[in-house]
């Protein structure tokens, strides 16, 4: 029998498993991408003096992972191989929004739901779409996002809305589906701003004061 070399083998796999490292090849890291933010954002009309925080969307499979998704069909699912967000789509998502809020300047502050800090408002929601819809022929980024604003001292609801964009991609590459993700995450906050500033807030003597050029 020839025993000699399945017992040279099992010696090798325990000196690498104990070494830390293994006689198999590592498959390379997948591309890790996010939301390029946009260029400029415009400033709200108004400052609100409350400060904002920004609850991480709630979100079920597979809207709840780092996959770039893809929907060929109304009923199936897929995920681009190789690449993936930076994190979780909830996450990349209130990210995008803590950003160009703060660059509108419309609340006193923005923070997310991380900061130990306190805030008068909290803005809520829930994401129900974030995908590619038709990849291999005219593909387009739809993001589905419902919204509430509330206050925080009477946890009453003060505003909701429903918001749905769906951008067109340059084309099925994934260098130009991340691009209009981006596009699409921008359209998304501008609506987003727009609504929260137009929503009638609690009153309060500092407020409906114009912004000082």
Not at 9 to 24: D, S, Y
Not at 84 to 112: G, K, M, N
Not at 196 to 205: E, I, M, R
Request: one cysteine or more; glycine letters at 4%; proline letters at 10%.
């Amino acid at each position: 029998m020839k025993v000699a070399p399945i017992v040279n083998l099992a010696l090798l796999l325990g000196i690498g498993l104990a070494g830390g490292c293994t006689v198999f090849p590592t498959p390379e890291p997948p591309r890790v991408m996010d939301m390029a933010a946009p260029e400029t954002i415009s400033k709200a009309d108004q400052r609100f003096p409350e400060s904002l925080r920004v609850d991480t969307p709630y979100a079920s499979k597979p809207f709840n992972s780092t996959r770039i998704l893809a929907k060929p069909a109304p009923w199936e699912f897929r995920s681009y191989e190789g690449v993936r967000w930076r994190d979780t789509v909830p996450v990349v998502v209130r990210d995008t929004l803590v950003s160009t809020l703060r660059q509108s300047e419309a609340f006193a502050s923005v923070i997310s739901e991380t900061s130990p800090a306190e805030a008068e408002l909290t803005l809520i929601s829930e994401l129900s779409a974030f995908h590619v819809e038709n990849p291999e022929s005219t593909p387009r980024i739809v993001i589905e996002l419902h919204v509430q604003l509330i206050h925080n001292r009477s946890r009453a609801s003060l505003c909701s809305n429903n918001f749905r964009i769906a951008e067109p991609a340059p084309g099925p590459a994934i260098e130009q589906i991340i691009e209009a993700f981006g596009a699409a995450g921008n359209t998304l906050s501008d609506r987003v701003i727009l609504w929260a500033t137009a929503c009638d807030l609690p009153s309060h003597p500092e407020r409906d004061q114009p912004r000082q050029p």
